[in-house]
């Protein structure tokens, strides 16, 4: 089964995100260090969901392993998982990933629904709160697994 890595896993990604992934069909993978991203095949992983939140079993601070997945992963999605608002993580967020030179725009579940979605330059945002939402929960799902099944060769 093809596995969505929980890159840097919070108390956000440990519940919610095992469920959302587990609704798409794929398996959700907790890590505990950056350095077990190395072990982990292109083909193996599906996507990467990276969590904002303060604390995480994995020490480095979210846009070291955006960074870090962005080059061991290139073309797969990545998902920020955040506790704040989509504006909040947008502005905060997108200053952190812009300062460790990267260039990825942020993206929140209505904009990439409503356009394209290019793994190359955008990071989708999955918030608490939407996570949450039973209603949202199943678009989102939706989405998800759509962004997923297209990283994933045939």
């Given at each position: 089964?093809k596995?969505v ?19 798409t ?5 907790p ?6 991203l ?12 990276i ?6 079993t994995?020490k480095?601070k979210y ?15 990545i998902?920020?998982a ?5 504006r ?8 952190h990933?812009?300062n460790?030179?990267l260039d990825?725009?942020l993206?929140s ?10 793994s ?18 199943s678009s989102?799902s939706?989405?998800?697994k ?8 045939v």
């Amino acid at each position: 089964m093809k596995k969505v890595i929980l890159a840097r896993p919070s108390s956000l990604i440990v519940s919610d995100m095992k469920k959302l992934v587990s609704s798409t069909g794929f398996e959700a993978m907790p890590i505990a260090e950056i350095n077990e991203l190395t072990h982990i095949s292109q083909s193996e992983a599906a996507g990467i969901v990276i969590s904002t939140a303060l604390s995480s079993t994995v020490k480095e601070k979210y846009w070291e392993v955006v960074q870090r997945s962005a080059a061991i992963f290139p073309g797969k999605p990545i998902f920020l998982a955040s506790y704040a608002t989509i504006r909040s993580t947008k502005i905060t967020a997108g200053a952190h990933i812009k300062n460790a030179g990267l260039d990825f725009e942020l993206l929140s579940i209505e904009e990439a629904k409503s356009g394209s979605f290019d793994s190359n330059k955008q990071i989708l945002i999955l918030t608490q709160k939407e996570i949450s939402d039973p209603i949202a929960f199943s678009s989102i799902s939706e989405l998800m697994k759509r962004l997923l099944m297209s990283s994933v060769p045939v």
